[in-house]
């Protein structure tokens, strides 16, 4: 019986709305993974500054100044080897050859987003034939249920009321990770790209196909 693979896609963009950063990772129905890919995107990377918001506080991730924290991280991990730095051609190379080895199913936490970003920055997802967004797949499995309701309210991972005063669950990888593992004090995502892959949005989706019938993924 033919196996089934995964292809799970993370993106760290840039303030022109291209893709810095790109990881992804290989992995079969049990979540053993089978390739990965870490890179920053030569004439990407270093040209055009990574995205962060103007008005953003100095200490926060998003910030001008943590815009340029990041830049540092990114040019340690150059120098450290877990980031080389490739091209957009040998992005789509990689991306080929593993559709040709494992005709995988494409999936993203914000599949829209970083389908997007690829598609700006000249990356090729659109050879994938099969796909779905792992935070719709996981909103609708889990983010209406009362267990995921108590267990967001016990971290505090609510939204700001909005003017009428209501307030809403935060769904993002996460607290979906973090409910998902049963890990209320598992730190935030580095927003790495591959990191965030393997720590966060591996697991969610491990445990979505652990439960979900083998149909709809």
Not at 71 to 96: C, H, P
Not at 103 to 111: D, E, K, R, S, V
């Amino acid at each position: 019986m033919k196996k089934d693979y995964y292809l799970i896609i993370d993106t760290e963009t840039t303030i022109n709305d291209k893709v810095a950063d790109f990881g992804a990772v290989i992995c079969d129905r049990k979540g053993n993974i089978a390739d990965q890919c870490a890179v920053l995107v030569s004439g990407v990377f270093g040209i055009d500054p990574l995205f962060y918001i103007a008005n953003e506080k100095e200490k926060s991730l998003w910030s001008k100044q943590g815009k340029d924290r990041r830049f540092t991280k990114y040019n340690e991990m150059l120098e450290n080897g877990t980031r080389m730095l490739a091209s957009v051609n040998a992005i789509n190379n990689w991306l080929e050859r593993t559709k040709r080895e494992y005709n995988p199913i494409l999936t993203a936490y914000n599949l829209p987003f970083d389908m997007d970003k690829c598609n700006k920055t000249g990356i090729d997802l659109t050879m994938f034939k099969n796909s779905f967004c792992m935070w719709r797949a996981a909103f609708n499995k889990y983010a209406m249920t009362k267990s995921y309701k108590n267990f967001t309210m016990q971290i505090h991972a609510i939204n700001p009321p909005t003017k009428l005063g209501n307030c809403s669950f935060q769904t993002n990888a996460e607290v979906m990770a973090r409910f998902i593992l049963d890990e209320p004090d598992l730190q935030d995502e580095p927003h790495l790209a591959l990191e965030d892959v393997v720590g966060y949005e591996l697991p969610i989706l491990k445990r979505l196909i652990q439960t979900t019938k083998k149909s709809v993924f």
